[in-house]
């Protein structure tokens, strides 16, 4: 449980500091959460150097594509 805090708590901050979820707005915002997609905002934040955003793509790496497509429903990091 604390790892998923730790992601939630990342997730909120680099969306506040992010309009509508920067380099992972697909995944954050748009909420296409396929690995894919996933590797796709992994490999923009590596060619722009988001060090925050890459390592919130490492870490929804170690999710099933269920848990994160659960993680975008709840949706609790979004300012609404």
Known sequence: MDKYISLLDLVKY???TNC???????LL???NTEYS????CLDT???KND??????CEML???PEKAIQEFYQMG???LD
């Open 14 to 16: 680099y969306y506040q």
């Open 29 to 31: 915002d748009d909420g």
């Open 51 to 56: 060090l925050l955003g890459a390592l919130i």
């Open 37 to 40: 997609t996933l590797q796709f």
């Open 20 to 26: 509508a979820g920067g380099n992972l707005h697909v």
């Open 45 to 47: 934040c590596e060619d």
């Open 61 to 63: 790496y170690s999710l």
């Open 76 to 78: 609790e990091y979004r």
